[in-house]
């Protein structure tokens, strides 16, 4: 920012903004608004000057907590390319702590953009710079100090020339590194975008020092009957039999869809042409569709998150993967012609019952194992892609329970593995007779459930590791992963902890 009238340049410029601001805090005001439950994050300017001597940010911040009531916690970010050297690490320790005393707020120091960082250079400076040792980085920086001038042929005069300067600043240096070293003044946190617990520790750092919740009135888990009324929830009789009512309604539309798709084909049989059958088809695959979307509407309350966007995108993708299942009729037939997809000489290969047993029983194996740890990407990735396992495999269920109705389930032998496909004829395959309607339904909606169930069970850490009766989630959560880090842990099944605040004293 240059200004002709007041010769300002670009750091006067930026502390000259920052003076008008706070000199007409009612904009702000207005910005903010009147909304309540607010998490505001502000993004304020590089230049250490506004937050090392000036009383601009304070000034912003005082005028926050008196007028808004607001809880304020400073973030100090420090890229993790500017630590190139013990003295640029010792400037931003200094730079972090200027910015702490004058703020006057709980302060959460960040060593950011580690992810781009190669893994050997991130596991470097995690190891020289998250819990450094201040003698080690000091002696260090003396040792290059004294090495001279590498384009200088004689190292004797550059020594000469320079020993009185770096004996001078490796003292002030070494007395620095022990006034922050001995009162642990700062302490950085990690922070990698790739890497979701990075993401995680950062945010419930920032929660402690804002006390984010803590007004919150707790869930008691032992409400009585009458205090479950007047908060307008369920009872626990009732939170037993909604899933039972939701797989009862469920059915019931099953059972009417499958009258209506025998009905119409009955019609359409009247009339044996290429159109009809086409009809038939298409029919048969809104059948499939609409089958895998109602099995998985059943299950969603057994895979969290239940949002709104959730559930309309995970019954999208359940319809999805009921329908692909019939394309390994026209793998087999190695054709895409209708007519040769459905005059195999046996039934496909993911119409064999084993296989989803099989996949089921990997899935479950896969779930709840920290298999992120051995992954170069974040948990993220993992977890959309053990979401869509499972959602596949209630689709699949729904599909195959379908073709069970009328062919029973394929128990043995498996798949051909050359040709894909059941070799031998129907009758010598071990497959069961043709499911009855009127229990067939209720029992797969209930194992799917159960299924996801165990699932979740199996998923959340809560009740895999321990039963904690704790009014904070996150600080129980928070303690289980450091259960699981302790050899022999920490609390054992049946143990009760207590939460006792993050209140100093």
């Not at 019609?267 to 099995?295: K, P, Q, S, Y």
């Not at 496909?348 to 996949?359: Q, R, V």
Request: charged fraction near 20%; charge should be negative.
């Amino acid at each position: 920012m240059q200004d002709d009238t007041l010769h300002l340049g670009p750091n006067g410029g930026l502390i000259f903004c920052m003076e008008y601001l706070c000199q007409n805090l009612d904009w702000l005001d207005e910005a903010i608004g009147d909304e309540e439950s607010d998490y505001i994050l502000f993004d304020c300017p590089g230049q250490i000057e506004l937050y090392s001597h000036l009383p601009i940010i304070p000034r912003l911040i005082e005028h926050l907590q008196r007028r808004w009531d607001f809880h304020v916690a400073s973030v100090f970010i420090l890229d993790a390319r500017f630590l190139v050297d013990g003295s640029h690490f010792l400037s931003g320790i200094l730079s972090a702590l200027s910015a702490m005393i004058c703020l006057g707020t709980p302060h959460v120091n960040v060593m950011s953009k580690l992810d781009m960082l190669s893994e050997s250079k991130q596991r470097l400076v995690l190891a020289r710079y998250l819990e450094p040792n201040m003698d080690e980085l000091c002696e260090s920086e003396d040792e290059e100090e004294g090495k001279g001038d590498p384009k200088t042929d004689d190292v004797s005069v550059t020594d000469t020339s320079r020993k009185p300067r770096t004996r001078k600043f490796a003292k002030l240096t070494s007395m620095l590194a022990g006034v922050i070293e001995q009162y642990s003044l700062v302490h950085f946190l990690p922070l990698n975008r790739d890497k979701e617990d990075t993401i995680e520790d950062l945010l419930f750092q920032i929660d402690q020092c804002l006390q984010y919740g803590e007004d919150i009135e707790p869930r008691n888990r032992y409400f009585d009957e009458a205090e479950v009324e007047l908060a307008g929830e369920m009872s626990a009789d009732e939170r037993a039999l909604f899933p039972l009512v939701l797989i009862l309604c469920g059915s019931i539309f099953l059972y009417l869809l499958e009258l209506a798709v025998k009905t119409c084909q009955s019609v359409l049989m009247i009339h044996n042409t290429r159109v009809t059958r086409a009809l038939m088809l298409g029919i048969e695959t809104i059948a499939h569709a609409t089958t895998g979307a109602v099995f998985w509407l059943i299950c969603v309350p057994y895979s969290p998150p239940p949002r709104l966007l959730y559930i309309l995108e995970s019954i999208l993708a359940a319809c999805v993967f009921a329908v692909s299942v019939d394309l390994d009729h026209f793998i087999a037939a190695g054709s895409f012609s209708i007519d040769a997809a459905r005059n195999l000489r046996g039934r496909p290969f993911l119409h064999w019952f084993g296989g989803l047993l099989l996949s089921v029983v990997i899935l479950l194996g896969l779930t709840g194992l920290r298999i992120t740890k051995y992954l170069n990407f974040g948990g993220l990735v993992v977890d959309c892609l053990q979401a869509s396992g499972w959602i596949g495999i209630v689709a699949w269920t729904s599909h195959q329970l379908r073709d069970a109705l009328r062919l029973g389930l394929w128990l043995w032998p498996p798949p051909d593995p050359h040709e894909w496909v059941l070799t031998c004829p129907y009758e010598k395959a071990v497959a069961t007779r043709p499911l009855p309607l009127l229990l067939s339904y209720p029992i797969a909606l209930l194992c799917c459930s159960l299924l996801l169930w165990i699932k979740r069970q199996r998923r959340d850490p809560f009740v895999r590791n321990a039963r904690i009766n704790s009014y904070r989630c996150r600080s129980a959560f928070k303690l289980l992963q450091i259960n699981d880090l302790v050899p022999g842990g920490l609390i054992q099944p049946g143990d009760t902890v207590v939460d006792c605040g993050a209140a100093p004293g």
